[in-house]
């Protein structure tokens, strides 16, 4: 088991308490209504899923119920920042 530090409790909550919700710093088509079905397609359904650092969007559940972003490294499982929606990831780590 490992802690995640929540940017909104501002404290280290055990893993359980939260749910991985994909790829975060995702664009949403400008106008939904005038894009094509593969590009409305492309922006539901398809993530990079990389092995490595990787941007990921998370949620509180089991507390706060907020959503923010996590940079971990997908094989090693390692966090290495959490922070809210709207904000930028670190400029020393890169993904």
């Not at 490992?2 to 359980?16: A, D, K, L, S």
């Amino acid at each position: 088991m490992f802690h995640i530090y929540c940017p909104h409790c501002e404290e280290y909550r055990e893993e359980e308490e939260f749910h991985p919700k994909g790829e975060a710093h995702l664009a949403r088509p400008e106008d939904p209504d005038n894009c094509t079905d593969e590009e409305w397609g492309d922006y539901l359904f398809f993530r990079k899923n990389p092995r490595g650092v990787h941007h990921e969007l998370w949620v509180h559940a089991a507390g706060c119920r907020k959503f923010f972003n996590v940079t971990r490294d997908t094989q090693s499982y390692r966090i290495y920042e959490t922070y809210k929606i709207g904000e930028q990831p670190s400029k020393a780590i890169t993904a």
